[in-house]
């Protein structure tokens, strides 16, 4: 195995798996409980969505809501796998696990080493995928034991925290004019939403605009 | 700490587990002109940001379904400082967690 992979996939697993602290608080803030919030991580597995499933519970949302901004947020894993299946040609249950780990890490550095072969490609994406998933679900722990012991999520700034987060998540995205343009829509059409839906929804209602932007190229 | 209720709480995990799995599953086992589609791919795209423009929305400046100004806005100030700056993730979330918290306690 290359340096430059063991190094591409080391750095993106301990630093993205750090975020799971953030998700460990905020789930346990939410009012998951830390076995819960545990399972979040091992079963689901799909960092960006996990956040989404709390917050719409911790803003009151219904659970069906809940689910379905978690599910819409994870659409781009389809075309990750999509674009991994070729590529990993794995067979049997190995590919059911490589399912699992497919998210944003795994595949971005998997492709990345496209350069050095097909063989750093797959090395490359079960490495990360693997090392995310150690330190993310290590990470998670820390933080819901954390946000459980402190009590009040506001005295410590945790119902900040996930706003934060979000917000961190979306900050690299946002490299065009374009995107921003969308992304601020976007902030404009929840916010007109939210007194006249129930809770939740109106994170649902925004992909309206995702769908209106990308309709024609 | 928030209460909901168990059945809440567990029905939204079992739910977004296995949905989240189902599509991850999919690029594995179906043919790939099938999610193909140009249309599909530009909004596929588009779908993270505004998602996450709407729970930023959500987490930091409703309450219920009512719009609110409160300690969190000045949390998410301090995170966009934070990112204009550079900081690394952390340093994000640690500043607008203590930034919030300040505006709280002294409210």
């Known amino acids: ?217 | 700490m928030a209460t909901v209720s168990g059945v809440l709480t567990w029905s939204v995990l079992i739910g977004t587990s296995v949905l989240c799995y189902a599509i991850k599953v999919v690029g594995y086992v179906v043919p790939a002109r099938w999610l193909s589609h140009p249309r599909l791919q530009r909004i596929n795209t588009l779908i993270p940001a505004v998602l996450l423009s709407a729970l930023v929305v959500a987490q930091a400046f409703t309450h219920q379904t009512h719009v609110v100004l409160d300690h969190r806005a000045a949390g998410l100030a301090a995170a966009v400082a934070a990112l204009v700056a550079r900081a690394p993730f952390p340093v994000v979330v640690i500043a607008a967690a203590v930034t919030s918290a300040l505006v709280y306690r002294l409210g």
């Open chain 1, 1 to 217: 195995m290359s340096r430059r992979t063991i190094r591409d996939a080391t750095s993106v697993a301990v630093t993205v798996g750090a975020y799971g602290v953030a998700f460990g608080a905020a789930s346990v803030a939410a009012g998951f409980s830390v076995l819960q919030t545990s399972l979040f991580s091992l079963v689901t597995f799909t960092g960006a969505s996990q956040f989404a499933a709390v917050g719409v519970v911790a803003a009151g949302g219904a659970g069906l809501s809940a689910i379905v901004a978690a599910s819409l947020l994870s659409t781009r894993n389809a075309l990750y796998s999509l674009q991994m299946a070729p590529l990993l040609e794995a067979e049997g249950w190995k590919r059911f696990l490589a399912a699992h780990l497919t998210i944003d890490e795994s595949t971005n550095v998997g492709l990345a080493q496209a350069g050095e072969g097909l063989v750093a490609v797959r090395q490359g994406f079960w490495l990360t995928g693997a090392g995310v998933f150690i330190f993310w679900n290590l990470f998670t722990l820390v933080g819901a034991w954390g946000a459980k012991s402190l009590g009040n999520p506001a005295a410590w700034g945790l119902d900040a925290a996930v706003p934060a987060a979000f917000l961190g998540l979306l900050w690299p995205r946002l490299t065009s004019a374009r995107t921003r343009t969308i992304a601020a829509v976007a902030v404009i059409f929840s916010l007109a939403l939210t007194p006249v839906l129930p809770s939740g929804t109106p994170i649902i209602a925004s992909v309206v605009v995702a769908v209106v932007a990308g309709w024609r190229p």
